[in-house]
């Protein structure tokens, strides 16, 4: 698992040390299992919200964890443009690569450990594909792509693009050493990730050792939500079971406990989560689509806009999906 990962995780700034007398623990309130789906072109993912109600997730609306996969050359797949409203993307690529463009002026690629982070806002067209040279050649490819609503008084805002590198990520480790945090966005123990939020919430990528534990602060004004991405272990003083696919949903508290089993399947050396949460938004969510509202005539009326050109329009010389040639040239070379 590539994301920019520290040799040393001693050498870091470390969280203070919970306060187990007097700071409250979150318990465990669900795990569910995160069905597995195609999307955009054909794509495999995994549904992680599958099960849980809004109420539970607010402020988050939806989350596919793309992949993991080892594609052959030919086989990588992204999404045609398409359109958004009333929300924001967030896009975590933790192994492969991703091309990014957008109606409004934003892209790039979103490389092995980084983060592109879309507000829709009022509306815009965006695609997300795999650079030609991935197509060719196939390979690695995981990522996360998070959907963070919006308050009503902030659905209709100019859309924005933040491009966040690898190693704009703040690395923070447990007291004993044996886990590691990379904080991509929100305030975690007191340290402040690089990612800009309209909506209160934190995001982090955390590596737990086989066999360590680690007591994580989390803001209590915030749900608290546990997806796995690699890997097996427990969540809660209950030492609850979950394994990739996961998703844990806590109650309210001050920390959360989650702890890795003593041996990890081959594919990953360390017990891998993404650690949620945000400051419930408390509206009614409407969803349809690409479009996150909070009343079904602003879902129509996003429609109507979209049909009619209103929430941007693809520039010129956009890009586009790579289409192999079922047919290439083959050119022989001969000595002289």
Same mark, same amino acid.
């Given at each position: 698992?590539?994301?920019?990962?520290?040799?040393?995780?001693?050498?870091?700034?470390?969280?203070?040390?919970?306060?187990?007398?007097?700071?409250?623990?979150?318990?465990?309130?669900?795990?569910?299992?995160?069905?597995?789906?195609?999307?955009?072109?054909?794509?495999?993912?995994?549904?992680?919200?599958?099960?849980?109600?809004?109420?539970?997730?607010?402020?988050?609306?939806?989350?596919?964890? =793309?992949?993991? /996969?080892?594609? !052959? &050359? $030919?086989?990588?797949?992204?999404? #045609? *443009?398409? @359109?958004?409203?009333?929300?924001?993307?967030?896009?975590?690529?933790?192994?492969?690569?991703?091309?990014?463009?957008?109606?409004?002026?934003?892209?790039?690629?979103?490389?092995?450990?980084?983060?592109?982070?879309?507000?829709?806002?009022?509306?815009?067209?965006?695609?997300?594909?795999?650079?030609?040279?991935?197509?060719?050649?196939?390979?690695?490819?995981?990522?996360?792509?998070?959907?963070?609503?919006?308050?009503?008084?902030?659905?209709?805002?100019?859309?924005?693009?933040?491009?966040?590198?690898?190693?704009?990520?703040?690395?923070?480790?447990?007291?004993?050493?044996?886990?590691?945090?990379?904080?991509?966005?929100?305030?975690?123990?007191?340290?402040?990730?690089?990612?800009?939020?309209?909506?209160?919430?934190? =995001?982090?990528? /955390?590596?737990? !050792? &086989? $066999?360590?534990?680690?007591?994580? #602060? *989390?803001? @209590?004004?915030?749900?608290?939500?546990?997806?796995?991405?690699?890997?097996?272990?427990?969540?809660?003083?209950?030492?609850?079971?979950?394994?990739?696919?996961?998703?844990?949903?806590?109650?309210?508290?001050?920390?959360?406990?989650?702890?890795?089993?003593?041996?990890?399947?081959?594919?990953?050396?360390?017990?891998?989560?993404?650690?949620?949460?945000?400051?419930?938004?408390?509206?009614?969510?409407?969803?349809?689509?690409?479009?996150?509202?909070?009343?079904?005539?602003?879902?129509?009326?996003?429609?109507?806009?979209?049909?009619?050109?209103?929430?941007?329009?693809?520039?010129?010389?956009?890009?586009?999906?790579?289409?192999?040639?079922?047919?290439?040239?083959?050119?022989?070379?001969?000595?002289?």
């Amino acid at each position: 698992m590539p994301a920019v990962t520290p040799e040393k995780w001693a050498d870091l700034a470390h969280f203070a040390a919970i306060d187990h007398g007097g700071d409250t623990e979150r318990s465990v309130k669900s795990v569910t299992t995160a069905p597995q789906g195609l999307e955009g072109e054909g794509f495999p993912v995994r549904r992680a919200f599958a099960g849980l109600s809004m109420k539970d997730l607010d402020p988050f609306v939806h989350m596919d964890q =793309m992949g993991e /996969v080892d594609y !052959a &050359p $030919g086989e990588p797949k992204g999404t #045609p *443009w398409h @359109p958004h409203r009333g929300f924001e993307t967030v896009t975590y690529m933790i192994d492969g690569t991703f091309e990014h463009q957008d109606s409004h002026g934003g892209g790039g690629l979103i490389e092995n450990g980084a983060t592109q982070w879309m507000t829709a806002g009022k509306g815009i067209l965006h695609i997300e594909t795999p650079p030609e040279e991935l197509v060719v050649s196939g390979g690695l490819f995981h990522g996360i792509q998070l959907w963070v609503n919006l308050p009503s008084k902030d659905k209709m805002i100019a859309p924005a693009y933040q491009g966040l590198e690898a190693e704009d990520v703040v690395f923070v480790s447990s007291p004993d050493a044996e886990s590691l945090a990379r904080i991509i966005a929100g305030n975690v123990g007191g340290y402040q990730g690089p990612g800009s939020t309209h909506t209160p919430m934190a =995001m982090t990528h /955390v590596s737990v !050792a &086989p $066999g360590a534990q680690l007591d994580l #602060p *989390w803001d @209590p004004t915030f749900n608290a939500l546990v997806y796995v991405l690699a890997g097996s272990g427990y969540v809660g003083s209950e030492r609850r079971p979950v394994e990739v696919g996961n998703l844990a949903a806590f109650g309210r508290g001050d920390w959360l406990r989650v702890g890795a089993d003593d041996v990890q399947d081959s594919r990953s050396v360390n017990f891998e989560l993404l650690v949620l949460g945000g400051q419930p938004i408390g509206e009614h969510v409407e969803h349809y689509g690409p479009f996150v509202m909070n009343t079904r005539s602003e879902i129509v009326e996003a429609l109507e806009d979209f049909e009619a050109g209103r929430l941007g329009v693809i520039p010129p010389n956009a890009l586009m999906p790579h289409v192999p040639d079922p047919n290439p040239v083959r050119v022989e070379h001969t000595g002289i």
